[in-house]
């Protein structure tokens, strides 16, 4: 949310905010062209092994922008972590509505954002914390770190319900 900018201003000086734009159009794009291809690429998986996915592709994202320093390489770690975006934005809804009581959908539908937000609230004065200590590669190893453990929980869980599943015979 800020990370990106800050680095781009710092690395490109005036056309940081240039290529921070570009970078934002090209998510903003790909959203919009590649939203339907994937959901229909993905829709074989189960949700939660495609949200699962969708942390790894966070994970080499981000973590990618602790090395890059060519506008380029920008360009290709936007569109890594924009498909992980556009690949978590469609599954994890799903997921969640599967997992929950028909009684209760409401509840989480309306409850979820809020959680979420609070995730959100505290990336600035947690990631400004790391980025004043120690500078933008070290926020994004941390993104990627974080995103990668998050990943392979919902791989453990993916598994864990299908081997739920293979006992009730759900398989």
């Known amino acids: 949310r800020f990370a990106l900018p800050l680095q781009a201003g710092e690395l490109f000086g005036e056309r940081g905010a240039a290529l921070y734009g570009s970078l934002m159009t090209l998510n903003a794009l790909m959203v919009i062209a590649l939203n339907a291809p994937i959901v229909a690429?993905?829709?074989?998986?189960?949700?939660?092994?495609?949200?699962?996915?969708?942390?790894?592709?966070?994970?080499?994202?981000?973590?990618?922008?602790?090395f890059v320093r060519s506008p380029w390489l920008f360009f290709a770690s936007t569109a890594v972590w924009t498909l992980g975006e556009i690949v978590n934005a469609t599954n994890e809804p799903a997921y969640?509505?599967?997992?929950?009581?028909?009684?209760?959908?409401?509840?989480?539908?309306?409850?979820?954002?809020?959680?979420?937000?609070?995730?959100?609230?505290?990336?600035?004065?947690?990631?400004?914390?790391?980025?004043?200590?120690?500078?933008?590669?070290?926020m994004w190893i941390l993104s990627a770190a974080l995103s990668l453990a998050a990943a392979t929980g919902l791989y453990l869980l993916a598994g864990a319900e299908r081997k739920s599943a293979s006992r009730r015979g759900d398989a």
Do not use: C, D, Q
């Open 41 to 66: 690429a993905l829709k074989r998986f189960k949700p939660v092994a495609n949200v699962a996915f969708a942390g790894v592709l966070y994970a080499v994202g981000f973590g990618m922008l602790a």
């Open 96 to 138: 969640v509505a599967n997992h929950t009581p028909m009684s209760h959908r409401g509840r989480f539908a309306a409850i979820l954002p809020i959680v979420g937000s609070l995730g959100y609230s505290a990336s600035g004065p947690v990631g400004g914390r790391v980025l004043e200590a120690s500078g933008p590669p070290a």
